[in-house]
């Protein structure tokens, strides 16, 4: 799946959560265009009409383009009335019969990278159940967005054909447990199946030749192998990766024994050596 499309399957999954969670009729949003000071609103959800779509909007101008600017939520109880916006795009806004709109931004190391709307048909405030709402729906957006970031940085990591050797390759083995860390919390399921196939190339580039035991062994298996190796307590595992230390004990357990080791180092080498950790 192209990065962009990816994006926009990530935006229009937020949408359909920002509408179950509020009850909101409407709701759109899109990216920032790269290079550009303006954002695409690309998604839309329950909109009667396609005047919004692929609408343009420059920053600083209209609901939409104010977030982007200040890079915080804004509300607007009467679009088309409100004097705390400018009005290029009143008639697609009218167009679509939209009168109650907010917009929150998303945010990526501290850059717009999109913004997410709901809006009513009718003039009367939102509170803040609804914005509340929007702000998780625009966070998902930005978990996905970082996640998908880590995945294209590791995926150069490995399309050398050496494995990086020293200081390096222990750079790759961290990042590797990060990136197994982060993709138990990522909900979206395709994109977590990205992040965990980018975490079997970082490790299979240590070591090509994997042995038949070792691919027995359970994904939780590896996360809690991964954090392992990277000097992690029981007690700081099962916090990583939301589990009960006794739960990571259990795994660990399980995963000694299929890989033969009588030890939790034994174990990790074990493991490096079949391929299944860098």
């Keep these: ?15 359909v959560r920002l509408r179950r969670a509020t009850g909101l009729p409407v709701a759109f949003g899109g990216l920032v265009e790269d290079g550009r000071r ?44 409100s004097r ?12 679509e019969g939209l009168k109650s709109v907010l917009a929150v931004p998303v945010v990526v190391r501290r850059r717009v990278r999109g913004v997410l709307y709901g809006a009513l048909r009718t003039a009367q405030p939102l509170g803040d159940r609804v914005l509340n709402a929007a702000v998780a729906a625009a966070r998902d957006v930005e978990q996905s967005l970082v996640a998908r970031e880590e995945a294209r940085a590791l995926l150069g990591a490995v399309r ?19 990136l197994r860390s982060l993709a138990q919390r990522v909900e979206d399921p395709v994109l977590r199946a990205e992040l965990l196939a980018v975490c079997g190339r970082l490790a299979g580039a240590g070591a090509p030749v994997r042995s038949a035991r070792a691919a027995h062994l359970a994904p939780r298996e590896v996360d809690v192998l991964s954090c392992v190796a990277g000097g992690s307590t029981n007690a700081a595992t099962a916090e990583l990766l939301g589990l009960r230390p006794e739960t990571v004990k259990a795994y660990l357990r399980s995963a000694m024994r299929k890989l033969g080791a009588h030890t939790r180092w034994e174990a990790v080498v074990a493991a490096r050596r079949a391929g299944v950790l860098p």
């Design 1 to 15: 799946m192209a990065a962009d499309a990816a994006e926009a399957v990530q935006v229009r999954g937020a949408l």
């Design 38 to 81: 303006q954002m695409r609103i690309s998604e839309l959800n329950g909109n009667a009409t396609t005047a919004l779509s692929s609408l343009a909007v420059v920053s600083g101008n209209g609901l939409g383009g104010k977030v982007v600017a200040l890079s915080r939520p804004c509300a607007v109880t009467d679009y088309s009335a």
């Design 84 to 95: 705390q916006i400018s009005h290029e795009y009143d008639v697609a806004v009218a167009t």
């Design 160 to 178: 050398e054909p050496e494995a990086p050797a020293g200081a390096a390759w222990e750079r790759v083995r961290d990042a590797h447990g990060a």
